[in-house]
């Protein structure tokens, strides 16, 4: 079968998009994306998103695999990517999508200037919602320890409808992601394992980050992940609630609003080529 698809990227985070609007499933076995993903005998992304019809009374709704098959609640930089193809498939420029996701409902708005900006909906701190065993039900991960490769870390955790666990260093650059990163996504107190961003704080209100991906290992960005760092930032006195992240393929502008709650996302998001591809 012949499947039409195209790449877009988010600083580096990329996708394969696939028009699923005919059908409320995807068109796509988790095992299919997986070998779509791959690199080397694939197409090459971090992860394949579907735009399929709104549930809900929702404009459209997202699924994403990862790239080793798994399937996500929510991706930041996939989010901003959709939006630009569903506006690509329907000829238009500025627009706000609501978008049905596992992690409820995301609204990215296409800016005029090209980027999109996106209401990533309010960060859930209790341990029981991230999911992780590091505190009782009902209480916070803030700073607490968890031993990883020998070395006792301070973690705080937070969930943007998927989980991240969120670490302070002096040098992201100075550290071995391959080696520690599978050691925390697969940590037994994260039962749906963990996303993990390793920050560094350059000034209150800059940060840089890098991270492991549950599902996909190191990617040069994650939206999901920058807007969990600013949180971690507020709560542990480190950072303010506007910021921008510096991560390996570029900058995104985060802001915690006081007013909502609500994380706000700003960034890029473009396309790289399109194709057909057998599967
Ligand atoms: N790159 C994403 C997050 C994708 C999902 C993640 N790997 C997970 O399993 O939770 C982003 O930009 O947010």
Redesign the pocket.
């Known amino acids: 079968m012949a499947l039409s698809f195209s790449k877009y990227h988010?600083l580096g985070?990329d996708f394969i998009l696939v028009d699923n609007r005919q059908s409320a499933a995807p068109c796509l076995t988790p095992d299919q994306a997986q070998l779509l993903c791959d690199r080397h005998f694939g197409i090459g992304a971090?992860?394949v998103i579907f735009a399929l019809p709104g549930q809900g009374g929702t404009d459209y709704t997202m699924r994403?695999f990862?790239s080793d098959g798994?399937e996500?609640?929510?991706?930041?930089?996939?989010?901003r990517c959709l939006a630009k193809f569903l506006a690509d498939l329907e000829g238009v420029g500025e627009k706000t999508y609501r978008i049905h996701t596992l992690a409820g409902v995301i609204t990215p708005q296409l800016l005029a200037d090209g980027q999109v900006k996106v209401d990533m909906g309010e960060p859930q701190l209790l341990a029981e919602l991230i999911p992780t065993t590091l505190a009782a039900p009902g209480e916070k991960v803030v700073d607490l320890p968890l031993v990883v490769a020998g070395k006792t870390w301070a973690v705080t955790c937070v969930s943007?409808g998927?989980?991240?666990c969120l670490t302070f260093v002096d040098d992201v650059d100075s550290l071995n992601l391959t080696e520690i990163g599978p050691m925390f996504e697969h940590h037994p107190q994260f039962p749906q394992?963990t996303?993990t961003e390793f920050i560094q704080v350059l000034a209150g209100d800059h940060l840089k980050m890098r991270?492991w991906?549950?599902?996909?290992g190191i990617?040069l960005?994650?939206?999901?992940?920058?807007?969990a760092t600013v949180v971690a930032a507020v709560l542990t006195g480190r950072g303010d609630r506007l910021c921008t992240v510096e991560l390996p393929g570029g900058d995104l502008e985060i802001e915690w609003s006081v007013q909502d709650n609500r994380l706000y996302m700003t960034g890029p998001a473009q396309k790289v080529f399109g194709g057909q591809t057998e599967i």
Do not use: W
Not at 221 to 227: D, L, P
């Open positions: 988010g985070n971090d992860g994403i990862n798994s996500p609640e929510m991706c930041g930089n996939g989010i943007m998927n989980p991240h394992r996303n991270v991906e549950r599902g996909a990617t960005a994650c939206g999901t992940g920058a807007c």
